[in-house]
């Protein structure tokens, strides 16, 4: 099996997952302050109406595909972990290409096809069924993409294993 990856690398792969820590904690409050905050803020004062409850939904609605990218950000962090760590590095690159694509083609396919509609079910009028948004589509197809690319990598992982084996 060969090297993992140098003790530079290594400690710079941790000092990434540490700054992606920070990074994280500090989107996923924003996050939640953004979305969240005044839904929170309007519960606190009248409880949970109809109105409040519509609120909240779409907030939510709209939270998701951001909550996606998060966690693609969290998959890159777990691939820097697993380079800090000493993990071999076409495994763990074919494992996060695999989750970080999958993870951005989702996020990007929900904002374009469901926020709309889900939109319109808590009482909102988008005016569309498809929010085309030229960002989204890239990130879908870059998603998608990613996903690919992992399956190609662990089909040559594969390939040069069995090679090694033979030699």
Known sequence: MPAPLPAPLRARSARLARAL???LAGLALLLLAE???AVAAAIGRSGFEATTLAQAGRQLAVAV???CYLMALAWVRVALAGFARGAFHTPVI??????VGFMLAFGAAFALFAVPTLLR??????GYAIAYDIGSAVLCALGASLALVAQVLERAAAMQAEL????
């Open 21 to 23: 820590d920070i990074l």
């Open 35 to 37: 979305r969240f905050g």
């Open 65 to 67: 595909p951001e909550g």
């Open 94 to 99: 074919a494992t996060a290409l695999h989750r």
């Open 121 to 126: 079910w808590f009482g909102s009028d988008p």
């Open 164 to 167: 090694d084996g033979i030699f």
